[in-house]
């Protein structure tokens, strides 16, 4: 091989191993979630009262939380966390926090309608979309996206709690799942880390 071919070959080494170098640095590290069949289109009414298509939140990172309006401590707790997080993150990269909108989810549909879901969501963050719908609507979503939930028994029917799975989702701008954050112990820095890791 003459020195022109080595020259050649070598330069090609170079761009390839750099390549790869700038590859494994920038692409995200997998999330607890990847390959998961969870998730799907969030087709519900916002809290402004429009119904969205399926592809309302393409190209975004969805930041999301199930949760209802009445509950008297976790669902407000998790989601000022999460506004909190994510105001953390918005200060340290604009450019990468406005491609994630924050999502509550209502698993109580007969109390939370448009109206209840705005007055919730307005409290923690300017940017937070709150989702609900009809019942069958919402049952959907739910099993699509792994929560459970059911209103449990008490005194005052009018006045009822409703136990659920708390969590904290991260999907992807195409709606791939991403990755979790468990209610127990949830800080906002959790919440910034996750978004500073994955959001590129």
């Known amino acids: 091989m003459t020195s022109r071919g080595l020259w050649v070959v070598f330069a090609a080494t170079i761009l390839l191993v750099a390549g790869v170098a700038w590859l494994r640095f920038t692409a995200p590290p997998p999330g607890n979630l990847t390959g998961s069949s969870l998730g ?25 939380y199930f949760g209802y309006t ?22 340290s990269d604009a450019g990468r926090a406005a491609k994630v909108v924050p999502i509550f989810v209502t698993v109580d549909p007969e109390r939370d309608d448009a109206k209840a879901v705005k007055a919730f969501v307005r409290a923690f963050h300017p940017r937070m979309v709150g989702l609900t719908g009809t019942p069958a609507e919402i049952d959907a979503v739910k099993k699509a996206y792994g929560i459970y939930a059911r209103k449990a028994t008490t005194s005052d029917p009018a006045n009822y709690l409703v136990d659920h799975f708390a969590v904290v989702y991260l999907f992807g701008p195409r709606g791939a799942p991403i990755a979790f ?20």
Do not use: N, S, W
Not at 73 to 88: M, S
Not at 181 to 200: C, E, F, I, N, Y
């Open 40 to 64: 799907g289109p969030l087709a519900l009414i916002d809290q402004d009262g429009k119904r969205l298509g399926p592809d309302a939140f393409d190209g975004k990172y969805r930041l999301i």
């Open 70 to 91: 009445f509950c008297p401590d976790v669902c407000p707790t998790d989601v000022q966390v999460i506004g909190q997080g994510l105001k953390a993150f918005e200060a």
């Open 181 to 200: 954050l468990p209610h127990q112990g949830l800080t906002a820095a959790d919440v910034t880390r996750l978004l500073d890791a994955q959001v590129r």
